[in-house]
C-alpha cells in the first residue's frame, strides 16, 4: 500500500504529478495523486486523490492516511497507516479544509 512513483505529464510539461499506488485489501490497486502532506497536532498525513483508469477523479473524494518516512534511510519507501479514530480523522479533515481556504486565498491574491 505504499510504492510512491514520479509520474512526468505526458505533454512534456516540467511539472510533475506525485502519484501513489496503494494495493487494497480487496487484492485491486488504484492510483492516487498526492494533493499535499499535512501536520496536525505533530503528526504527518497524506492527502490522495483516487484517480480512475483515465487518470481523472470526476467525484471530488479525497483519502487521508497517517504517513511517515524513514529518517534513517532515505531509500525506504513511506508508509501510510489508517487513520481509524473518527476524532483524529475530523481533525485531519478540518487541517485539510483549512490548507483548501488557504490555496484558494492564495489564488485569489494572485489574480
Given at each position: 500500500?505504499?510504492?510512491?512513483?514520479?509520474?512526468?505529464?505526458?505533454?512534456?510539461a516540467?511539472?510533475?504529478e506525485?502519484?501513489?499506488?496503494?494495493?487494497?485489501?480487496?487484492?485491486?490497486?488504484?492510483?492516487?495523486?498526492?494533493?499535499?502532506?499535512?501536520?496536525?497536532?505533530?503528526?504527518d498525513?497524506i492527502?490522495?486523490?483516487p484517480?480512475?483508469?483515465?487518470?481523472?477523479?470526476?467525484?471530488?473524494?479525497?483519502?487521508?492516511?497517517?504517513?511517515?518516512e524513514?529518517?534513517?534511510?532515505v531509500n525506504?519507501?513511506?508508509?501510510?497507516?489508517?487513520?481509524e479514530?473518527?476524532?483524529?480523522?475530523?481533525l485531519v479533515?478540518?487541517?485539510?479544509?483549512?490548507?483548501?481556504?488557504n490555496?484558494?486565498?492564495d489564488?485569489?491574491?494572485?489574480?
Open positions: 500500500m505504499k510504492n510512491f512513483d514520479k509520474n512526468v505529464q505526458p505533454d512534456g516540467e511539472d510533475e506525485m502519484t501513489v499506488e496503494l494495493d487494497l485489501d480487496d487484492g485491486s490497486h488504484v492510483v492516487c495523486a498526492v494533493i499535499t502532506i499535512l501536520e496536525c497536532q505533530k503528526k498525513y492527502v490522495l486523490l484517480l480512475d483508469e483515465n487518470g481523472e477523479n470526476n467525484d471530488g473524494e479525497v483519502w487521508f492516511y497517517r504517513y511517515s524513514d529518517k534513517d534511510d525506504a519507501e513511506p508508509v501510510l497507516d489508517y487513520i479514530d473518527d476524532d483524529e480523522y475530523e479533515a478540518d487541517a485539510f479544509d483549512e490548507y483548501l481556504d490555496a484558494e486565498f489564488e485569489f491574491m494572485d489574480e
